[in-house]
């Protein structure tokens, strides 16, 4: 979804997703934290979109961390 449309905030995913606006805003959180998405605040909202580019930076530092053990 966050590919697709473009930066998002809690309120916009949540009324995609049909979901509870805490279990959206704890998920995005963990995602966040896993490099899997940026984050802008405008206003007072924070808009997420996908960041991959980051996110397979991280995975193939893991991968390496693994293949090292």
């Known amino acids: 979804m966050l ?26 959180k963990i995602l966040s934290n896993a ?11 924070i808009y997420y979109e996908s960041e991959w580019s980051d996110a397979s930076k991280n995975l193939k530092k893991f991968m390496k961390l693994l293949w090292d053990c």
């Open 3 to 28: 590919e697709t449309e473009g930066p998002l905030n809690v309120l916009q995913i949540t009324e995609r997703l049909n979901l509870a606006r805490p279990t959206i805003s704890h998920h995005l």
């Open 35 to 45: 490099g899997l998405l940026r984050s802008t605040k405008k206003s007072r909202e």
